[in-house]
């Protein structure tokens, strides 16, 4: 027989105690938005944020976030990458098939508005080099310059490149992007939380008999064992 | 048949779910009331509360903290405490081992935190530089060295030996003197005492050790005294003179980053231990599922099953035990309660669930008909928000237990930009979730499946987290009070390393 100091906990004693904790539901609200925007489950984080009015990390990074989607919305592509650089330089710099479609989009809005020389121009100095180095790129660019060469472009083949729906397309490519840029550096913080209850219930059995929970699935008090 | 004693029963559960969300507004009530007069007990707060915000004070534990050195009990006359309280002087020639001039803090050490710290500065060493920092017990004897006696420790300036409870000291680190800024402090993490030393002396040699890992760390030594401890300071040679920083200004020692790393510490030993790989997605999903987040939940389904590689097995598990029930009406109240849309709530429930609106003067009523007040003084409609006032809270005057939060509706009246008052609370999104979440408890209540009305007012999230702080709080009961309890805000506002 093991001689014992532990304190015994009951059940009842153990669940007046978790009833005097108090959980602020906005701290579990951003604690899940935190799991959703880190997670990368970005959808789920705007339906998230209307149904619960859970913000996503501060308020000034979404502003900043939406400058630049509604920038490369209304064509404004320069001035978006300008901003997004602002934002963190490394976003660019690591994702080369995003900015590849920023440039692109680029091209795209130089072409609507007829400037055909410098759009031209920036085709072969800015895009066409990266095309070389990526065979889909090569693809895309070939496209995007095909614009150039039809009359009545809104009924070629290519006419979908003009329509507002490549904008959005690019528009929410920067976007998920800053996301996770904003994110990326960090791991969500429920799973950490996760292994502190075990850890802190490791340490506390040291010292006492309570009602422990195992089951993280299911969060289920089990009787202290005596 | 429901017979007339089971609708009792049936009544109080009701009203066990619909005080639960009661009483959360209630402690939202007393929150905005306590920190519109917090600003007058801004002072003595110490380095912990900056990084929490001032919101968060009400959370912060109050505990009084030494400000100056104790001027009744201390130096039994030896030594001399100047008018400022934060300097002691050594006037005399020393002659013995117990003429020591020591002077305690007005006050003991915090307990409650990880870390206390303060710093002496050596104005003048004296004939001798018998100076020493440390800490004592209550009854500490007030003519010796802390650290010469049982249950004190001190480092001493002259040898730059550790003392702890007898009148040999132990090698421990460079000795100090005139122009010195030592530190000394308590982990309570640990159970250690640390002390710090600024000497440029001792600087050099840090550098070469790699100062930036234990900064101006002298050493640490076990803490085997379980009771309050009183921040010690001692001078026995003519001249000596020694101030000390309490906190009031700031301090050599980056103890900020002293805690980080000892929080980063103890985080590598959490993070060894395993979970279950999908636990966060599957107490993410009973999350949504328990507070019918349905639009969210339905997008976050999808994600996750075209997500590489997919997550399986969690819709076995992965389930608050409530599952979908009702989970279509859950969502269609919360969106229009969340709109402010009140009486559509109204009508809704009790074509739903009449059961659940049958008292007019139970919680979840007062609950709503305070949101539609609410959402009339919000659109500036006055007039109206008088007429369903008096209307619909004249029940619920004479029931007392709801009187105080009836008041702090009315009082939005009173006020011209209401938003701005002390009731200003009442008009954020928060108190329409919290009549959304209260509706939603309650509906979860009528799951015939449902056995224990507890089960319908907190997720698995939450219960995994009242487990947590209950942990911490219990851990720290057992272990004399000392130590840091858990908060969630902390972990929020963190930025991961």
Redesign the interface.
């Known amino acids: 027989m093991q001689a014992t100091s532990k304190k015994v906990i009951t059940r009842d004693e153990w669940e007046k105690k978790l009833n005097d904790v108090k959980i602020r539901k906005e701290d579990m609200n951003k604690l899940v938005m935190n799991f959703l925007v880190t997670e990368g489950y970005v959808d789920a984080a705007e339906k998230f944020r209307t149904e619960s009015g859970t913000e996503h990390i501060d308020l000034a990074t979404i502003t900043d976030r939406m400058a630049v989607k509604k920038a490369v919305q209304s064509g404004n592509v320069e001035d978006a990458i300008e901003k997004v650089n602002d934002l963190n330089p490394e976003i660019l710099d690591t994702n080369p098939q995003l900015f590849f479609h920023l440039q692109q989009q680029r091209l795209i809005e130089l072409i609507r508005n007829g400037k055909i020389e410098e759009a031209l121009e920036f085709a072969q100095e800015e895009l066409a080099p990266r095309g070389e180095e990526n065979q889909s790129f090569l693809e895309e660019l070939e496209r995007t310059v095909a614009l150039l060469a039809f009359e009545d472009v809104k009924n070629s083949p290519v006419g979908d490149l003009l329509d507002i729906s490549q904008r959005l397309k690019t528009a929410s490519e920067v976007n998920a992007a800053i996301l996770t840029s904003q994110s990326h550096e960090k791991d969500p913080k429920l799973p950490s939380l996760l292994r502190m209850l075990l850890w802190a219930q490791n340490q506390l059995d040291e010292k006492a008999a309570y009602p422990r929970i195992t089951d993280l699935f299911t969060a289920t008090l089990e009787d202290p064992f005596v | 048949m429901v017979d007339d004693s089971d609708s009792e029963q049936v009544q109080k559960e009701l009203d066990l779910v619909g005080s639960y969300f009661l009483e ?1 507004w209630r ?1 939202k009530s007393k929150r905005a009331s306590a920190s519109s007069a917090k600003d007058v007990e801004m002072v003595n707060l110490g380095y912990e509360d900056e990084e929490l915000g001032g919101e968060e004070e009400e959370e912060e534990e109050e505990e009084s903290v030494p400000t100056e050195l104790d001027t009744l009990n201390s130096s039994g006359g030896f030594s001399i405490v100047l008018p400022d309280k934060l300097s002691v002087q050594y006037p005399t020639v020393n002659l013995h081992g117990h003429d020591v001039g020591v002077v305690q803090a007005n006050r003991p050490a915090p307990v409650k935190r990880l870390v206390y710290y303060f710093e002496i500065y050596v104005k003048n060493a004296g004939a001798k530089g018998y100076i020493s920092i440390g800490f004592t017990t209550e009854g500490f004897n007030m003519r010796r060295q802390p650290g010469w006696e049982a249950n004190s420790y001190g480092y001493h300036g002259d040898d730059g030996l550790l003392y702890r409870g007898q009148g040999k000291g132990e090698a421990f680190g460079p000795t100090y003197s005139t122009g010195d800024t030592v530190g000394g402090g308590i982990n309570y993490g640990s159970q250690e005492f640390f002390f710090t030393n600024h000497s440029q002396h001792f600087k050099g040699v840090c550098n070469v050790l790699d100062a930036r890992k234990n900064g101006q760390v002298v050493g640490k030594v076990e803490k085997d005294v379980k009771g309050r401890l009183y921040p010690t300071i001692a001078v026995h040679s003519q001249n000596e003179e020694v101030s000390v920083n309490f906190g009031k200004d700031p301090f050599l020692f980056d103890i900020k980053a002293y805690e980080a790393a000892q929080r980063a510490k103890q ?1 590598t ?3 060894r ?1 395993s ?2 790989q999908t ?2 997605y ?3 999903r ?3 599922q328990h ?1 019918g ?4 939940l ?3 389904d999808e ?2 099953q075209s997500s590489v590689p997919p997550i399986t097995g969690i819709h076995d ?2 389930f608050n ?1 409530h599952g979908v029930y009702a989970l279509k009406h859950r969502k269609i109240l ?2 229009l309660i ?1 709109d402010g849309q009140i009486d559509d709530a109204f009508g809704k429930l009790r074509e739903w669930y009449p059961q659940i609106v049958q008292d007019d003067t139970s919680a979840i009523c007062l609950m709503l008909y305070c949101q539609k007040f609410i959402e009339l003084v919000r659109v500036g409609h006055l007039e109206e928000a008088v007429d369903y006032g008096r209307t619909h809270f004249e029940k619920f005057y004479s029931l007392k237990e709801y009187e105080d939060l009836v008041k702090d509706c009315a009082a939005l009246l009173a006020y011209e930009e209401p938003k701005k008052s002390s009731v200003g609370y009442l008009l954020e ?2 108190q329409l ?2 009549v959304a ?1 209260a509706v939603n408890a309650i509906i979860l209540w009528t799951n015939p499946e449902v056995k224990d009305h507890k089960s319908c007012l907190h ?17 720290r009961l ?2 004399g009070n000392q130590g840091e309890a ?1 908060r ?2 902390r ?2 506002l963190a ?2 390393s």
């Open positions: 959360l402690l985080q030993y959490i993070e231990i979970i279950p636990a966060s599957g107490i993410v009973s999350y949504l507070y987040y349905e639009d969210t339905h997008v976050f994600a996750s598990n992965g035990e919360r969106k969340k999104e928060s979730e919290n979440d997720s698995y999230l939450e219960k995994l987290l009242r487990q947590l702080t209950a942990c911490f709080l219990e851990k057992l272990n858990f969630l805000r972990v929020l930025k991961n």
